[in-house]
C-alpha cells in the first residue's frame, strides 16, 4: 500500500507527522516526511514485514507505540535501515587548526569537492563548515573540541545524514545489518531493539549519538559495532547472546 500525501498531519511548519499501519509502505511515508523538510513516522503496533532496503533522510523521527508490539521484520532477506550521508571527500590532511575554526590543509582541492552543505569530521566529531576559501582553507561554524594530531591529522568531509531518532521498534530478521548509520551526526535510539540479524546496529563515523535502553540480541555476529564513533552517551544497552 502506497501512503498518500493527503494523508500527512502537519505539527508545525517544516515538521509532520504519517502514521504507518503493517502493510503500508514505510519508505513511502519516510519520502513524504522528508520532502516536508522532516518530521516523524508513527509505526502502529503489528509487524510491518520489509523485503526491500529502507533509507533514511535527516531530520527524522521513526516512533512505534511499543518496541513489544511493534516490529520491522526484515523476513531474512538482506533489506535493512540505513542511514548513509553522501559526497565523501577525504583526499588530503589537516596541517592545523588556529584559532578554534580555521582550519588548514596538505595535498586538499576543498574549493572543486566542499561545500557549506558538508560537515567535517575531526577526531571522531562533525563540525558545520561555515565557509570554504581556498583549496587548503576552511572555516569552521562550530569550535574545535580538540582531539586530532597535528599535523597531518586525517579528515573526512560529507554531506551528512542528522537529527535522527528510533524510538519504541523492534528491527528483526535482516541477513545483513538491521540498523546501520554511516557519516551520521546527532542520533537517539531509545528502546530501539535490534534482534535476530546478521549485525544488529552499526555506526561508522557518527557523533553526538544517545544510546538508551536498547537491546541487541541473538544475531549471528556482532550486537553492537562502533567505528570512528564520539561525544556519545549510552546507557542501560545491552548487546547479548550473539555470535560476534
Keep these: 500500500v502506497t501512503i498518500s500525501e493527503d494523508t500527512l498531519t502537519s505539527i508545525g511548519v ?6 504507518v499501519i503493517a502493510g503500508q509502505n514505510i519508505q513511502s511515508a519516510i519520502d513524504l516526511v522528508d520532502n516536508k523538510n522532516g518530521g516523524a ?6 509487524t510491518h514485514t520489509i523485503i526491500t532496503a529502507l533509507t533514511g533522510k535527516s531530520s527524522l523521527k521513526i516512533v512505534g507505540d511499543n518496541y513489544l508490539t511493534t ?3 526484515f523476513n531474512s532477506t538482506s533489506a535493512n535501515l540505513s542511514f548513509t550521508g553522501t559526497s565523501v571527500y577525504t583526499t588530503g590532511t589537516i596541517t592545523s587548526i588556529t584559532g578554534g575554526v580555521n582550519v588548514t590543509g596538505a595535498g586538499t582541492a576543498w574549493l572543486a569537492n566542499v561545500t557549506t552543505s558538508h560537515q567535517i569530521f575531526i577526531a571522531q566529531r562533525w563540525y558545520k563548515i561555515a565557509a570554504v576559501l581556498t583549496d587548503t582553507t576552511l572555516t569552521l561554524a562550530e569550535g574545535y573540541d580538540g582531539g586530532a594530531t597535528l599535523p ?20 528483526k530478521n535482516s541477513t545483513g545489518t538491521a540498523l546501520a548509520f554511516t557519516d551520521c551526526r546527532n542520533v537517539i535510539l531509545k528502546y530501539a531493539h535490534p534482534e535476530s540479524s546478521n ?4 555506526m561508522t563515523n557518527v557523533s553526538e549519538v544517545a544510546l538508551d535502553n536498547s537491546l541487541s540480541v541473538s544475531h549471528t555476529s556482532d550486537g553492537v559495532q562502533l567505528t ?12 547479548a547472546g550473539n555470535g560476534g
Design 14 to 19: 517544516g515538521n509532520v507527522q504519517q502514521t
Design 199 to 202: 549485525v544488529g546496529l552499526s
Design 71 to 73: 516490529i520491522i521484520d
Design 152 to 171: 597531518g591529522a586525517s579528515y573526512r568531509a560529507a554531506k551528512v545524514i542528522e537529527n535522527l531518532t528510533i524510538e519504541n521498534v523492534t528491527i
Design 228 to 239: 570512528n564513533v564520539g561525544f556519545a552517551d549510552i546507557e542501560s544497552t545491552n548487546s
Design 41 to 46: 513516522v508513527l509505526l502502529k503496533s503489528g
